[in-house]
């Protein structure tokens, strides 16, 4: 069965919420993927209210779009999970915590421009490509798309993603859900696209790409490549990976190999295959993400005390 899932602030409401009807309370907080990644409300969606669950399941959405790791871990846009999360007076036990996170940071380092406001390259640990001029110059042992990704600045970026991914594990365990697991998700892979929304009409990764000026034939590959990374990155928290990276009571459901999503045509101007934009899917997506994350969700909370 579906979950019914509420705004963050209707925690706050009189009366209050009937979480003590449902079987389970999860407490959400993410990206886009779990808020409304277009603006075409006719395809509007997004994978928490296509979850299928085994017993009825309340979750409280602090979800905010464009949200990025250091938003949902330092609190500046939107208080609610922290508060729902530790803070005395206003957290909640939670059976488990969601948590959609890492594809719009990965979204915003490839956006960083490849000069400065003097008109000067940008510092390589600031942005994530190299213009192909500067993919020219790398070892000749670096080929294909490795050539246009700044090293620097991937590092970088990894870094922030496990200190911030930390940082939620450790709140988590300061408040009264500590030790209930915290399951995060890996991303499908975009076509690079250029189908955005109002405010990204040419999409993102289309956009970056055009700005450093790399050609369509190497732009996939390189956004295939980002993404593979960023999906290792993700795995290697799970408490299960054995990695040194690895956090307590973290499990990562590995979407990018379990779903299939049907690609977009690169040439269609609205929706096209399981996606409603560059990186967002669509509700036919969403669906097949949530019905296999539902299960993946009610078998590993099956290993969990009630």
Known sequence: MRPLVYPADWMFRD??????DFGRRLLAEGDSWFTIGTLNLADASN????????????????????DTLNHIANNLRDPYFDQLLRRPNFASFWEAILLSAGGND?????????????GQPAPLDQ?????????????PDVTGAERFVSEPGWTALAAYLRANLAEVVKRRD?????????????YSTPTVWRQGTLGASDGWLFKA????GIAPADQQAIADLLFHRLRQLMLSVDQGSLMGDALPQVHVFD???????????PQATSSSGDWVNEIHPSRSGYRKLGAAF?????????????
């Not at 994978?47 to 464009?66: D, E, H, K, V, W």
């Not at 942005?127 to 070892?139: C, V």
């Not at 539902?294 to 009630?306: N, Q, T």
């Open 15 to 20: 009366p209050p919420l009937p979480l003590a």
């Open 47 to 66: 994978m928490l209210f296509t979850l299928q669950f085994a017993q009825s399941t309340a979750i409280i959405n602090c979800a905010y779009p464009g």
């Open 106 to 118: 990965l979204i915003d380092a490839a956006q960083a421009p490849p000069t400065d406001a003097g």
């Open 127 to 139: 942005r994530l490509l190299l213009t192909p001029a500067e993919a020219a110059l790398r070892p």
């Open 174 to 186: 300061q408040g009264p859900s500590a030790g209930r697991p915290l399951f995060l998700h890996t």
């Open 209 to 212: 790409f055009m700005t450093f």
């Open 255 to 265: 979407s990018a190999s379990q779903v299939t999503l049907l690609p977009p045509d």
């Open 294 to 306: 539902g299960s993946f969700i009610d078998e590993v909370l099956s290993r969990y005390p009630g």
